[in-house]
């Protein structure tokens, strides 16, 4: 499971370094494409694999459908490390997560989320006062019996 925060710098070739233990996690092939928020998501083969399968399953005659479908897949790309431990991102990633130097890199169970440290911090401070109600509203009377 892909959990914690770590701090890092992105260099002037767009380039990386990830957590030893995010490493292990992702594997030697992983992807990295747009995410929600203006964040990018980085997902390991097995669960890349997961959710292009349920996106084929949408109805390409749904205009939702097609535009999350461009959305997601169209900045998509498969990464490897380089021996430093790096990965390089594309500059329309770049440009879409709005990174330029520090960076915020958060494991969300299934994924990862590399945001720019600015937008990471207003994410923050502004949910951190919900987090209370969020969970509420998320987790009924049965989170607790375990159903």
């Not at 770590?6 to 092939?29: A, C, M, Q, T, V």
Request: some cysteine.
């Amino acid at each position: 499971m892909l959990i914690g925060e770590y701090h890092h710098n992105i260099d002037e070739k767009g380039r990386i370094i990830l957590p030893s233990k995010f490493r292990d996690d992702l594997g030697d092939e992983f992807y990295i494409t747009r995410g929600l928020e203006e964040c990018l998501f980085v997902y390991p083969k097995k669960e890349w694999d997961k959710i292009t399968n349920r996106l084929k399953n949408l109805p390409f005659t749904k205009k939702d459908a097609r535009s999350f479908m461009r959305f997601f897949l169209s900045g998509a790309t498969a990464t490897v490390f380089d021996k430093q431990g790096r990965i390089n991102i594309t500059s329309p990633l770049i440009s879409y997560a709005g990174l330029e130097k520090e960076c915020v890199i958060v494991g969300v169970g299934d994924r990862l989320e590399i945001w720019d440290k600015d937008k990471w911090d207003n994410f923050y401070d502004m949910n951190k006062e919900e987090m209370s109600n969020i969970a509420e509203d998320l987790f009924d009377s049965n989170w607790e019996s375990g159903e």
